[in-house]
C-alpha cells in the first residue's frame, strides 16, 4: 500500500529539547516536503527536498532542520523547540518536483505540544 | 505571488443538503488546483483536481471547475452525508516550478442526520 509515514503521531516536550520527527514514504518519489498546520493559518510549508541531498527552505523555515540522506526517509528537526512551534505537522511526498499537476500524498499528522 | 482564499467556516448542514464551498485563487503562472479533504485524525487525502481551464474534477458526488475567467475552483455537492464531515482545504500548484503547494484555511465541514 502506497502510503507516507510519520511518527510519532502526537509529542510533549519541553522548551529546548531536541526532537526528530520521522518520515518515510514506499513509493520511491523524489519530492518530500514538511508542512505545520495553524489555525486561520491553513497549511505551510517549512522545507522541501527535490531529491537525496537536496533541500531548500520553504515559508516558515525558522527553528527547523531536516536531512535527505535515503530518498524514502525526511525527518524534520526542532534543534531546540519553542512554544511557537506547538503545531500539527504532515510530511508529504509527490512524484517529482516539476510536475505540477501530480498530487502530493501526506502523512498522518504529527501533533507537537512544547511546554 | 500565489494565494488561496477559502469561504469561512465552520458549515453546518442537514444530511442530503446542497454544498457549496467558495475558493478562489491568484497565481503568477498557470496552475493546477485541488481540494483536498481531512477527515478527524487523519492525513490529508486528495479529494479532486483540475489540471487547465473549464476542466471538472470530480470524485465520490464532488465537482469543482476551473475557472480562469473568475479565478475560482469551488466545491459543490449535491447532497451531503454525514460522512462527508470533514475539513476541506482548496489548494494550487505551479505547473512549471511545482515546488510547493499553496493552501487555503480550510473549511470545516459538519454534517447532522
Known amino acids: 500500500e502506497a502510503q507516507v509515514t510519520q511518527n510519532p503521531r502526537y509529542l510533549i516536550t519541553v522548551t529546548g529539547k531536541k526532537l526528530t520527527v520521522t518520515c518515510s514514504q514506499n513509493?520511491?518519489?523524489?519530492?518530500m516536503s514538511w508542512y505545520r498546520q495553524d489555525p486561520g493559518l491553513g497549511l505551510r510549508q517549512i522545507y522541501y527536498s527535490m531529491n537525496v541531498e537536496v533541500t531548500d527552505k520553504g515559508d516558515v523555515p525558522e527553528g527547523y532542520k531536516v536531512s535527505r540522506k535515503e530518498k524514502r526517509n525526511f525527518p524534520l528537526i526542532l534543534e531546540s523547540p519553542s512554544p511557537n512551534q506547538t503545531s500539527l505537522y504532515f510530511c508529504?511526498?509527490?512524484?517529482?518536483?516539476?510536475?505540477?499537476?501530480?498530487?502530493?500524498?501526506f502523512g498522518q499528522g504529527t501533533r507537537l505540544t512544547v511546554v | 505571488g500565489n494565494s488561496v482564499t477559502q469561504m469561512e467556516g465552520p458549515v453546518t448542514l442537514s444530511e442530503e443538503a446542497f454544498l457549496t464551498i467558495n475558493c478562489t485563487y491568484t497565481?503568477?503562472?498557470?496552475?493546477?488546483l485541488f481540494w483536498y479533504v481531512q477527515y478527524p485524525g487523519e492525513g490529508l487525502q486528495l479529494l479532486l483536481k483540475a489540471t487547465k481551464a473549464d476542466d471538472k474534477g470530480s470524485n465520490k458526488g464532488f465537482e469543482a471547475t476551473y475557472r480562469k475567467e473568475t479565478t475560482s475552483f469551488h466545491l459543490e455537492k449535491g447532497s451531503v452525508q454525514v460522512s462527508d464531515s470533514a475539513v476541506y482545504f482548496c489548494?494550487?500548484?505551479?505547473?512549471?516550478?511545482?515546488?510547493?503547494?499553496?493552501f487555503g484555511t480550510g473549511t470545516s465541514l459538519t454534517v447532522i442526520p
Open positions: 513509493m520511491n518519489h523524489e519530492y
Open positions: 508529504a511526498s509527490r512524484l517529482r518536483q516539476g510536475i505540477g499537476n501530480t498530487e502530493a500524498f
Open positions: 497565481a503568477t503562472g498557470y496552475p493546477s
Open positions: 489548494a494550487l500548484s505551479e505547473k512549471v516550478t511545482g515546488n510547493q503547494f499553496y
